[in-house]
């Protein structure tokens, strides 16, 4: 299946999560996706001011798949789960008023100041 849309994220939370300076997930919608098995959630207050429950694999911790209630309609993945990379074609990047100076994503990308 092909994503909506991939993109980077750089607000605060993606920067924890990732330990890096961004996260890097892939939009799909929930009516044609089929997300299997138990997860382990947390939910939180994101930087959009959304409520967001992100859900990792209770075995090994890895974030697998948030949900918000800014995009009801759709499963945001992290691109570190997908078994064909090949759909990680990020189109943008969101939250770049939070972006570190060490963090070096795609100069071309067009850059959001807070979420889409």
Request: charge should be positive; include cysteine; proline fraction near 3%.
């Amino acid at each position: 299946m092909k994503p909506l849309i991939a993109f980077h994220c750089q607000c605060l939370h993606c920067q924890k999560f990732s330990t890096t300076g961004h996260g890097s997930y892939v939009l799909l919608a929930k009516d044609k996706t089929k997300i299997i098995g138990s997860f382990s959630s947390w939910s939180y207050r994101a930087d959009s001011g959304n409520v967001t429950t992100k859900n990792f694999c209770p075995l090994c911790g890895t974030q697998v798949f948030s949900l918000t209630s800014g995009h009801e309609n759709n499963f945001i993945v992290s691109a570190s789960s997908l078994d064909d990379k090949a759909l990680f074609l990020p189109s943008l990047v969101l939250f770049s008023k939070y972006a570190s100076t060490s963090d070096h994503i795609d100069s071309t990308l067009p850059r959001f100041l807070g979420g889409a």
